[in-house]
């Protein structure tokens, strides 16, 4: 089984940075893609940004500036760095890996989500 874990998520002031890491794990052969969703209350789930194995990037317009997301292909693992953090990006962040050839079919696996709040 392919599992996506998640860490990094937690409470800090509008202004403040958090990192957010998500490892891959299982008998994975090689990634396309991987990349951060994130779902506020109400809201529907929204790419934040993603990245490819080739390195490169896509990230939604409200973050642009402020996030930067890296991928270490070697350990399966993808970074969200958060900065200028504001309240509106509260929410549940979601680690996603598209393309994930397992030496069968391409899946997608999703994480369990962590939880990011800002507020003063």
């Known amino acids: 089984q392919v599992q996506l874990v998640e860490s990094g998520g937690g409470l800090v002031q509008p202004g403040g940075s958090l990192r957010l890491s998500c490892a891959a794990s299982?008998?994975?052969?090689?990634?396309?893609?991987m990349g951060w969703y994130r779902q506020a209350p109400g809201k529907q789930r929204e790419l934040v940004a993603a990245?490819?194995?080739?390195?490169?990037?896509n990230y939604a317009d409200s973050v642009k500036g402020r996030f930067t997301i890296s991928r270490d292909n070697a350990k399966n693992t993808v970074y969200l760095q958060m900065n200028s953090l504001k309240p509106e990006d509260t929410a549940v962040y979601y680690c996603?890996?598209?393309?994930?050839?397992?030496?069968?079919?391409?899946?997608?696996?999703w994480g369990q989500g962590t939880q990011v709040t800002v507020s003063s």
């Open positions: 996603n890996a598209g393309g994930v050839y397992t030496g069968y079919r391409l899946n997608d696996y």
């Open positions: 990245i490819t194995s080739g390195g490169m990037t």
């Open positions: 299982g008998s994975i052969f090689s990634i396309n893609a």
